[in-house]
């Protein structure tokens, strides 16, 4: 199977004690790096949930976002400070004494003075937790490489139909290199004949010069590898089961090879017709190098 490394997944769970939302979302990268934001509340968990979504991914960068709601209790704590409360007394009591004031004290009015009460979030979430929070990760992840696979089956097809058109500019010019060296061959003989003025010329040195033309617009090999590359690019692409490696980096170093061969076609090029397909294939191989940068 092809992935994509663009994809999304999204689960959500609640009962009476918690409401947990999980959001997967990812693009493509040359490396595997996976964010996860999550409360503070259960970021000790952050390890062993990077740990798990590398099940689900091994290129691109993914963000995964959680959001946990304890059901429990509000989940903050008041805390009253003492020694700071005192302190403000005693500094009220001194500005009696110096100024001959009077103040009714009530606590009401001492809780507004600033860090007397402060409210606190409480961190405390039981280990119990990560097993129901794990659960909507799997969730989550399922949807998740559902929509990657989507995507890739197609991208699947979009290379095929490229590589398609690929193989048939290439199978263009295997049948125009042997008619290039044949006209050569004619407009070399008439050249002769026309210099020389006579049709008695020696066809040892026609064959000579045919020969190193031959030699030197050749692209037999770079036609025969370039087909081969075809064929293992397809091969990739139809026979990657589920649990296999990926194969994105393969791809792009096949992608690379094509491209060579293409350039030493082009550059080989002595006429129109062939440089005309020369650039059209070059022009199909960056199309599919641009696809494949979104395979993982």
Known sequence: MVYSMTGFG???????????????????????????????????????????????????????FITYNSLKSSGYTVKYDKEIAEQYMNHFRQMEKDFGLEEDYKPTVLARFPDVLTVEESFEVEDEEYEIIEKVLDAAGKQYMESRLKEGENLKVDLLGKLDELEALTCQVDELAPKIIEEYRTKLTEKVEKLLDTANIDESRIVQEVTIYSDKVSVDE????????????????????????????????????????????????????????GIDMKTCIEKIREQIQNIE
């Open 222 to 277: 770079e036609l025969v590898r370039l087909h081969s590359h075809i064929a293992a690019f397809k091969d990739m692409l139809s026979a990657q089961t589920e649990g296999s490696e990926t194969i994105g980096r393969r791809l792009d170093f096949i992608v690379q090879e094509m491209n060579r061969e293409a350039n030493t076609t082009l550059s080989k090029s002595d006429t129109l017709s062939v440089t005309d397909i």
């Open 10 to 64: 999204r689960s959500e769970y609640s009962d009476e004690f918690r409401r947990v939302i999980i959001e997967i979302k990812s693009v493509n990268y040359r490396y595997c790096d996976i964010s996860i934001k999550l409360p503070r509340s259960i970021s000790r968990f952050e390890p062993e949930l990077k740990k798990r979504m590398k099940q689900y991914v091994e290129r691109g960068k993914v963000d995964v």
